[in-house]
Nanobody, 121 residues
Framework: QVQLVESGGGLVQAGGSLRLSCEAS????????MGWFQQAPGKEREFVAA????????IYADSVKGRFTIFRDNAKNTVYLQMNTLKPEDTAVYYC??????????????WGQGTQVTVSS
């Protein structure tokens, strides 16, 4: 069992930056690939980025490539999402998830409660 708690969301102007954090409970964090997803009002939850167990491999949705960076610190049981050059269309609730390296949300076994990111124009 893994419990995930996100933090770092907030309100930011377009062009600004935010760093999201997701801290995991338990001693098996390094056993799980981790991902970030976003869900805007009225839309399905969509893949943003994922990182391998070691942190050595990452994948991104096309919409965030070059702007967002996912990375992890296994010593701190934490995965991060650095978001730069934010756009209003990035506004969503952001969720971290554990258990897969892919973009299929149904492949992830554990989810956090989400953190709201709002980008004003």
């Amino acid at each position: 069992q893994v419990q995930l708690v996100e933090s770092g969301g907030g309100l930011v102007q377009a062009g600004g930056s935010l760093r999201l954090s997701c801290e995991a409970s338990g001693r098996t964090f390094s056993s799980y690939p981790m991902g970030w997803f976003q869900q805007a009002p009225g839309k399905e939850r969509e893949f943003v980025a994922a990182v391998s167990k070691s942190g050595g491999s990452t994948i991104y949705a096309d919409s965030v490539k070059g702007r967002f960076t996912i990375f992890r610190d296994n010593a701190k049981n934490t995965v991060y999402l650095q978001m730069n050059t934010l756009k209003p269309e990035d506004t969503a609730v952001y969720y971290c998830a554990a258990g897969s390296m892919g973009s299929n949300r149904f492949a992830y076994a554990y989810w956090g409660q989400g953190t709201q990111v709002t980008v004003s124009s």
